[in-house]
């Protein structure tokens, strides 16, 4: 990753440049991905009884 996507990601999600010295790379791309993941919807959620026959 390079810096300036980086910081594309940084103000993405909403992150200034003094909260960047509270946060890890990691934590800030973990951050991006669960932004993501907030967006899928799924066509069915597995039930117990799935999870059972599983």
Do not use: H, W
């Not at 999600?13 to 973990?30: F, R, Y």
């Amino acid at each position: 990753m390079t810096t300036p996507l980086f910081l594309l990601r940084c103000v993405q999600i909403g992150l200034s440049l003094s909260d960047l010295d509270l946060l890890t790379i990691g934590m800030v791309n973990e951050m991006f991905i669960e932004k993501d993941n907030d967006d899928i919807s799924y066509e069915y959620k597995a039930t117990q009884d799935d999870f059972d026959s599983f």
